[in-house]
């Protein structure tokens, strides 16, 4: 759990917004990761086919800017700006190398 790991999923996230593959980034999800988000009323998803079935009946259409990292114990906390305005947070879970957890937080 470092600092890289976690931009390196901002990175996947936006290649992924702009192409619409999403296959790079939920294949580093866990078979069991769970995505939540606090603010929107949407999800949890539970499962990295459910994540994936997410992203596809309803693909994010901005990207995010890298304001901070940092590393709380394990969890990956990036603080970002969306592309369209506002910000958020995002923690990352990891377990064996794959996502275990994503927490979406708007601000």
Known sequence: M????ARAHIDRFNAAVLSGDWSELV??????????????????????????????A???D????????RVDGGTEVVAFAWSRGGTGSLEIRRRAGLITGLL???D
């Open 2 to 5: 470092t600092e890289a790991a």
């Open 27 to 56: 294949a580093t999800l866990h078979p069991d990761a769970v995505m939540a988000f606090d603010g929107p009323p949407v999800g949890p998803f539970a499962g990295r086919d459910a994540i994936a079935e997410a992203y596809a």
């Open 58 to 60: 309803n693909p994010p």
């Open 62 to 69: 901005d990207t995010m800017r890298v304001l901070a990292v």
């Open 104 to 106: 979406v937080r708007f």
